[in-house]
């Protein structure tokens, strides 16, 4: 099982990142750190991993070498700049072998806005699971590679699974909250989504601290 970390001058979220990977319940995982901007200091760890490329990729080109790098037979997307509870690893492995499909993910997703501190659910009604909650088998990413693009990657890799038949998508209730800020290259999802102000209850209280 590998965690995918893509990360570029973003040094004020990566230590929360790792610190919540190594918070993770399911401890049968690496994670792959790779890193095109100013590199950054990690911590010597032995499931951890960091590359620092030599040149500027895409995000679907970063992705797609950090799969290649991966030893894991699974691998789960983990964004530097996102929140996730210490169960997301463990429950999303299980979803994705009870389901029987090659790609689980959440199309419902709490997020906060940094900026100016609002909090919204996505959601979103189209076949798709939001990038950073993609989880799924290396076999099927090595017939089905992102796109080399800066932004969408993870739609298009949803909709080669939508067609296929194999995509699984679910409300992400707590697992993850996404975060929004200045240096984001996300944008919403062409197709039938919503973004509604949401509860700031329904966070995980965690995500406050």
Request: with cysteine.
């Amino acid at each position: 099982m590998t965690a995918v970390m893509l990360t570029r001058n973003r040094p004020q979220y990566v230590p929360l990142a790792i610190a919540q990977f190594l918070d993770q319940t399911y401890a049968n995982c690496e994670l792959m750190i790779l890193d095109d901007g100013d590199p950054v200091v990690v911590p010597q760890h032995p499931r951890i991993a960091y590359r620092h490329l030599d040149k500027t990729q895409t995000i679907g080109g970063k992705r797609n070498i950090g799969c290649g790098l991966a030893s894991g037979d699974v691998i789960v997307n983990w964004d530097d700049d996102d929140w996730s509870h210490s169960d997301r690893i463990a429950t999303q492995v299980a979803r994705l072998q009870s389901s029987g499909k090659q790609l689980t993910g959440y199309n419902e997703l709490l997020y906060w806005n940094e900026p100016d501190g609002k909090t919204y659910k996505f959601v979103c009604k189209e076949p798709y699971a939001a990038g950073s909650s993609q989880c799924f088998y290396r076999a099927w990413w090595e017939g089905h590679r992102y796109p080399n693009i800066q932004s969408g990657e993870d739609q298009a890799m949803s909709m080669m699974a939508a067609k296929a038949g194999q995509l699984d998508c679910q409300d992400g209730g707590q697992m993850l909250v996404a975060r929004a800020h200045f240096g984001n290259t996300w944008k919403p999802p062409l197709g039938n989504w919503e973004f509604p102000e949401w509860d700031r209850a329904a966070f995980p209280s965690e995500f406050f601290e």
